[in-house]
């Protein structure tokens, strides 16, 4: 049904759960590891980590995509660029910002954590989402790529072993951890689902970018309320995310809205998928 369709039994449904049966135990071991050690999450360097790879990945995802199209090599390449450049800077300041203690809370006469939230994604949504090339790479790309990309999501369980650790709020870290680990894990099964190319599988990644989005706006809605500023309405025993720390502050501060717009260039393609499939019915 689509340019990367291919035979259930190939990539069989229960392969996705069956892929859960070492992800899952892998993902709770990890979380035993940073509560019981918590020097390592500490130290920042998971957090650098698992961003770089990520990043990594987005830039060679990018590359192999802007490959499959029929624009011409100086066409991909302006194009790669004009993506990568502006997110290797914004990651780059985001670190550093981070390191230098920029987003502790009344450093700035400005909100600069929500600033670092929003902003990324008030500019970079709208080019992402309305750009002929990026729809040209996403109707190249495979559907699965974006999807089995937030894998790394599974790394929020760093909230969850700092709220157990009475470190962070319960009212921020639980319902925030819980979410970005339940979309890493179920991230494995949507992208071998969405892989099939059937409309089963196309619903399962588009309800699994609604629940990826539905965790940030919950995540966000609790930082906010946990956080001291003028919308604070939660005081609790313990600082909040917002209190701007290192290595923590790299979620809001990165994390958060660079995998907004993945969830949304995801959406993207899904609708362009569907939309095919509807016209050559």
Known sequence: MTV???SPAIVPSRDAWR???????????????????????????????????AHGLIALGLWLGLERTSLTPAQRRTTWLAIMIPDT???????????????HAGTASFPVLPSAIFLPVIVGAPL????????????AMPASWLVMLQLYRVFGTWA?????????PGAFAAPAGI?????????????????????KGLRAATLWNVLGLADFAVA????VMTSPGPWQLIVPHVQSIGAGDYPGVLTPAFVV?????????????????????????
Do not use: C
């Not at 992402?128 to 109707?139: A, F, N, P, T």
């Open 179 to 199: 979410g970005d680990m339940l979309t890493g894990l179920l991230a494995l099964p949507a992208a071998i689902a969405v892989a099939t190319g059937t409309d």
């Open 257 to 281: 809205p660079s995998s907004i717009m993945l969830h949304m260039v995801s959406l993207r393609q899904l609708h362009r998928r569907n939309r095919a499939d509807i016209a050559r019915q």
């Open 19 to 53: 892929g859960l049966l070492w992800f899952a135990p892998l993902t709770s071991l990890w979380l035993l590891v940073i509560y019981r050690w918590p020097a390592i999450p500490a130290t920042g360097v998971p957090t650098t980590a698992h961003q770089l790879a």
């Open 220 to 223: 966000i809605t609790m930082g």
């Open 128 to 139: 992402l989402l309305l750009s002929k090339r990026i729809g040209l790479v996403l109707d």
């Open 160 to 168: 969850i072993a700092a709220w157990l650790r009475g470190t962070l």
């Open 89 to 103: 800077l914004w990651f780059a300041f985001a670190w550093s910002a981070a390191i230098d203690g920029v987003f």
């Open 4 to 6: 990367e369709a291919v």
